[in-house]
């Protein structure tokens, strides 16, 4: 399919100013995905630091591939995080053409963070709770989400800690949603159950992001 003017308009500075060679942390994630656009649907490069633990080689790079995910506005799966091997070669083998001889890449998932959300609320007069129920979902699966996720809808930040607050907020303004009058956020298995005791804040690592483990909502 040809390239739409908009999409043009956007690649072109970032194309001028790389001039394909990684030089900087964003001429890396450009450069990676114009190598695979179908496959990737986010990526983050990361220089480490000596605080972040253990001896850093010089010249290191950190390239996090969040894989291109269908329809991602739901509780994604282990496996379809997992990043193809096949890819991670293909990636690799096209970042090392284009980076300066000192810099070496490592090509490598986030650390992903599951979070589940329970979540206690009055439906508003005349609201049909199933309605109520899919909106909140639909909400709390597409806000905590390293796709499609945060405010700007671009995917959780990376190395963002997440508060209850940051929940409440986005849940703000759901039609038939009178009032909230819980929310409590529990970690996760990679299969979406809670575990633990609920969790005032969960805090990320530089290379961490959020994903959505399995939420519940309680009509009171």
């Not at 790389?18 to 942390?25: C, K, Y």
Request: glycine share 8%; with cysteine; hydrophobic share 40%.
């Amino acid at each position: 399919d040809a390239e739409t003017l908009e999409n043009a308009m956007t690649r072109a500075p970032a194309l001028l100013r790389s001039h394909q060679r990684a030089v900087t942390a964003e001429d890396f994630e450009f450069l990676a995905l114009q190598a695979l656009p179908a496959a990737i649907g986010r990526v983050k490069c990361l220089h480490p630091r000596p605080s972040d633990g253990g001896r850093v080689a010089p010249g290191l790079v950190y390239v996090l591939v969040v894989p291109r995910v269908p329809q991602p506005e739901r509780y994604i799966g282990p496996q379809e995080l997992k990043l193809r091997e096949q890819d991670v070669n293909i990636l690799k083998a096209f970042l090392d053409e284009h980076r300066l001889l000192t810099t070496r890449v490592d090509v490598r998932p986030p650390a992903y963070y599951w979070i589940s959300a329970k979540v206690t609320l009055g439906a508003a007069p005349g609201a049909i709770s199933t309605d109520v129920e899919t909106m909140v979902l639909n909400k709390l699966y597409s806000f905590l989400n390293p796709l499609v996720g945060d405010q700007s809808g671009a995917g959780w930040q990376f190395g963002r800690h997440l508060y209850p607050s940051d929940v409440y907020q986005s849940l703000q303004g759901i039609p038939g949603v009178q009032f909230i009058r819980n929310l409590e956020l529990y970690t996760a298995n990679p299969e979406g159950e809670p575990q633990g005791k609920p969790v005032d804040c969960l805090e990320l690592v530089s290379h961490g992001v959020i994903v959505s483990g399995k939420h519940t909502v309680i009509f009171v």
